[in-house]
Every structure is written in C-alpha cells, then in structure tokens.
C-alpha cells in the first residue's frame, strides 16, 4: 500500500512542481528576468535615467488616436537606442478619464483603451529585455467616484465603506464643513444629496479623497503596491503624496491676499498638506517595496517649498521615498546660474544624504522647451538644459519628446478644451493639454503618432521640423545631443559616480561645477546661461587637480574649439562644456 502510494505520488509531485514553475514564470516573468539582467552593487535607480511616458500619447497601435501598451512595446527599440534605463508610465488603470487616468475606479487592472493585462505583462517582459525597468504610477490620495468603493461608501451612512473617505455634515449655518479649496479650483467639498453629507476631495469632484487614517484602507493600498510588484514592476511614483491627511479638526485654511485663476481666494494648504502622520505611510509603504527582491524604488511627487521640507521626504533614517522629485529645481523658471547653483548645492547636502531626482517637463507643466527658451536660441537652450539635468550626481527624469525639443502648445480656443482645469480657470489658466500633446515621431500625417483621422490632442504645427526621424539624420540636432550625452552619462566614472563639487560660486551667468571621483577621474562642467560669450577660469588646486588642459568631452555647439585650457574658456551664448581634465 505505502510503496504503490509512493509510486503514484512521485510523478504527481513532480508534475505539481513542474507545474507550479511554470505558473511562477508566467505570473512573475519579469522578476525572473530582472535578477538575471540587473545584479548590481548599487541600488539601479541611483545610476538610471527615467523616461516619463504619458500614456495616451506616446503611440498608438490600433488607429483609434489614443496610445496604446502595444504602441509603447513597439517603440522599445527606440527608447533603448536612447539611452534610458527605466520608464514611468502615468496611470493606464480603468478611469473615467475625468483626470486622464488620475482618477482611477480599479487599481489592479488595465484599461481596456491601453490594452489588457497580458499587453502590460508582455510590456514588462519586452522592456526588461532591454534592460528598461517599468514605473507605475500609484494614485495614493484619491480613487474615482466610479469605484467600488466610493460607490458602497456614498449609498448609505452606515455602510461598511462609509469611513474608508472623508464625510462630514456642513455647517449648521448651511455650506460645506470649512473653507478648504480644492487644488483643481472651488471648494474642495461636494454635497451628496443622497445622505446629505459633503464628501472631501482635495481634486476634481470626480476624486474623492480616500481616508488614509482607516486602517482597512492602508492595507487595501498596499495590496495594491504588492500586486504590481507580483507583476515585476520596479517602483512607483507616488501621486499627490503629501496631500494624504487632513486636519482631524477641520480647522479653516489661512486666507492669503488676492484671487487664483479660478476666482477663488488665495489660501495656505496649512490643514491638508504635509501633515506629520505622511511620513508614517511613506515608511510602510517603503517597508512593503524593501520586502521585495530588486531594489524597488519610491519616487514621490514633492513639490515641498523649500529644500529643508524636501529632505524630509527621504525619511529621518533614510527610510522612506529614495527619489524625491525636486519641484524647486523645476520651478526655477529662468536661466539663472545663482539660483540652480544654491539649489544644487543645497539639495547636495541635504541632512539626510540623499538621493537628488531632478526633472524639468512632466505632463502637469508647461515644456522646458519653451519654458526656458528665450524665443532666439530655443535649441541652444534645450541642449543647455539637458546637460544640466543630465551631469550632475541626481538620478534625471525626462519627459517624452523633451529630447527632440517639443514645445508646449496650448489650445487656441476655450472650446477645444480636455483638461477640465482649462475650462473652468480659461483664460488664465489654460490647463494641461498643451505638454500632453502627441510624440511627433516623423513628418508624415498625425506624426507617425496614430493612423486615426484625429489624434485624441492635435499634432502641433512644430511636428514637420521637431520629429525624430528628421533629427536622427541631424547631426546636430537636440536628439542626437541627447543620446551623446546619455551615452556620456553612462559611460564615464566621473558622471556616473564622481560627488558633485560646485565651482566659481560668484559667477552671476555661467553655472560651473566639478564631478570627480576618489581615483582621480574628473570632468569639468561649464553651463553658459546668458546671451552673451562668457569667458571662464578655474583655478583647481584645491581640489588636488594638477592638469590644466581640458579634453572636450560633448560641447553645444558642436563645432566648440577644442584648444582650451583651464585659465582661459570662452563659451558663446547658451554654450555647454564638457571636458576631462589632464
Ligand atoms: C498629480 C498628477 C496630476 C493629477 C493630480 C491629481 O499632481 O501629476 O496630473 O491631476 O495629481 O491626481
């Protein structure tokens, strides 16, 4: 009896094994690959570079004018070619669309409009191919009005999901409970006849903000963290993070002077932004992310007002968000040498010793192209402000097609419209279309974008010139600048590992810094921000540098003179320099 229970149940069992690989390697084969293709001594997401993708615009694989996952899988080639190591996507979960995406009615799934989980799977799987890790969006703040859970929540008070979002009576008086305003304009209260409630939502109406003090919803979240990291993501960027709590006092907002674009009175987000109780979250959440192979990494949204507040985001023991993206390096409107200078070397040596993550474009502000673009030298200035966001020690972002120079392109009309922020604050605030707009990739129609009659958002005007199969044939166009200099980046101890040390700290016009690592190599970085030729010394002793003579690593223009020595640099308008020193 034992000995013929033995027989029957070996090749049972070993069938049961052969089948439970399998299944891991088809629910989980990206994470096989990732430990195949990644094993490095340093974290990965300190030496990449990401590339942000705005989903509904990058391509379009089915001609219905919306990109696409297949659209995106077939221009893998192209962004390896590029040279980036990780791409963020911005949210392809089922939505209503209301926020394109940021308004999300199921977290564990995919859009039907971007294709189905097997496409997403079979995008992990292409892109780890080529050694492009993928980024999820994780909208932490607020889910649709569409999702279940609001749906269970607003139907009775004394439903189970009642508290899982934030309900108060109004005022006794009449109104809604306090003066908090809503970030998208309005009060950021909503009346629901139904219980005669308000319900809080710090965005659009159409996104309530979920109750992060409910212990049932941290643990529904992080359910969600963990089922993309089953999937082989390797990180997040969280959305909106330090609008997770609210003031349990509803105390009202400080009023400051003047109106926003929406006619509403300015206030301090002094009651729902950064409260205390954020940094516990982060850290859980982090915890979830360590418990997986691979070096996952947090990117957090973080538009804090100064370094000091940024820092915290990394966590007192360095033990929350690894990459911060520092909005006071991106609202640095200007060219200004002074200011990305004090900012550089403060957010160099924050207190926490971490990790910078700069970034200049994304699909919420306008384009650096034109943002920093004097109208004259628009291309000189994007190459200028890649080599700025590409040489220092940060782990860079880019946003799609910031590396063939797109310009932002607002609609002309109020009518034209997506975003509902640009209908509700037009003219003055004309919403975020104009940074969304499709990824010109040729000169024929629609850009090569989509073979739809109308793309979702029109093709702007500059897609016969900006493309990227004329600027491939263009030896000095801003793509090819791009790819030299992400090759670069790549490619050289000193730009890859080397501190960052800020030189020439009283130039008013040109921005000069030091990357140099412990055994020796070093390469000098020179960023003309001014209109006028900008002539530079260096005097290096006392960074124990004996050479003199600069070997040209990557200038803009190209055709720089190579016959510089460290006493004597003269940069024309906008010029870049990037030399070895021997
Ligand atoms: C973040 C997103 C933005 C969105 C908002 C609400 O700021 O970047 O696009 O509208 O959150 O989710």
Not at 95 to 107: R, T
């Amino acid at each position: 009896m034992k000995t013929r229970d033995c027989r029957t149940l070996l090749p049972t069992l070993f069938l049961g094994v052969l089948y439970f690989l399998a299944a891991a390697c088809l629910q989980f084969p990206s994470v096989v690959h990732a430990q195949q293709t990644f094993a490095t001594a340093d974290p990965w997401w300190k030496h990449t570079v990401i590339y942000e993708i705005y989903p509904r615009s990058f391509q379009d694989s089915n001609g219905d004018g919306l990109g696409d996952i297949a659209g995106i899988i077939s221009r893998l080639d192209y962004l390896k070619d590029l040279g980036i190591g990780a791409i963020w996507l911005t949210p392809m979960y089922p939505s209503p669309q209301v926020d394109y995406g940021y308004d999300i009615s199921d977290y564990t799934s995919i859009d039907p409009a971007y294709g189905s989980m097997a496409d997403f799977e079979r995008l992990v799987l292409e892109a780890k191919k080529r050694d492009i890790r993928v980024i999820m969006d994780f909208v932490a703040n607020h889910t649709s009005d569409q999702h279940a859970w609001f749906k269970e929540s607003r139907s009775s008070r004394e439903n189970p999901k009642r508290n899982w979002y934030i309900w108060r009576d109004g005022k006794p008086s009449g109104g809604p409970p306090n003066n908090w305003l809503s970030w998208f304009g309005h009060s950021a209260w909503t009346l629901d006849p139904k219980t005669n409630q308000y319900y809080y939502h710090y965005f659009y109406a159409q996104q309530p903000d979920l109750n992060w003090r409910n212990p049932e919803v941290q643990k529904a979240m992080f359910d969600v963290i963990r089922f993309w990291l089953d999937r082989g993501v390797s990180g997040f960027r969280i959305d909106a993070v330090s609008r997770l709590f609210e003031d349990p006092g509803l105390r009202d907002d400080p009023l400051l002077p003047g109106k926003n674009a929406y006619g509403d009175p300015n206030i301090q987000h002094k009651y729902t932004d950064n409260l205390p109780e954020v940094h516990e979250v982060l850290r859980e959440l982090r915890r979830v992310v360590d418990s997986y192979p691979g070096d996952p990494v947090l990117i957090s949204e973080a538009d804090e007002p100064t370094i000091a507040e940024l820092t915290k985001i990394y966590g007192s023991k360095n033990d929350e968000v690894q990459l911060p993206m520092d909005f006071q390096i991106a609202d640095v409107n200007r060219l200004s040498a002074p200011e990305f200078r004090k900012l550089l070397d403060e957010v160099e040596h924050n207190s926490a010793g971490g990790q910078p993550h700069f970034f200049f474009s994304n699909h919420d502000q306008p384009r650096q192209w034109d943002r920093y673009g004097d109208g004259a030298h628009n291309d000189q200035i994007a190459k200028l402000m890649a080599a700025l966001l590409l040489t220092t020690r940060a782990t860079p972002q880019m946003y799609y097609g910031e590396e063939i120079g797109m310009r932002t392109t607002d609609p002309a009309r109020k009518e034209d419209v997506h975003d509902p922020i640009g209908k509700l604050g037009w003219p003055k605030e004309k919403g975020r279309d104009g940074e969304r707009t499709p990824m010109q990739w040729d000169a024929s129609k629609n850009a090569g974008f989509t073979t739809a009659r109308k793309p979702w958002l029109p093709i702007p005007p500059s897609a016969d010139r900006y493309n990227v199969a004329a600027e491939s044939n263009d030896r000095e166009s801003i793509l090819n600048f791009y790819k030299r200099l992400l090759a670069l980046r790549q490619g050289n101890p000193a730009l890859r590992d080397g501190p960052y040390i800020s030189l020439n700290p009283t130039d008013p016009n040109v921005l000069s810094f030091l990357r140099k690592t412990p055994s020796g190599d070093s390469v000098l970085v020179v960023l003309n921000m001014s209109a006028q030729t900008q002539r530079v010394a260096f005097d290096l002793r006392a960074q124990n540098i004996a050479g003199k003579t600069l070997q040209p690593l990557l200038t803009a223009p190209q055709s720089l003179s190579s016959q510089w020595s460290l006493s004597a640099i003269a940069l024309p308008p906008f010029g870049v320099l990037i030399a070895a020193i021997q």
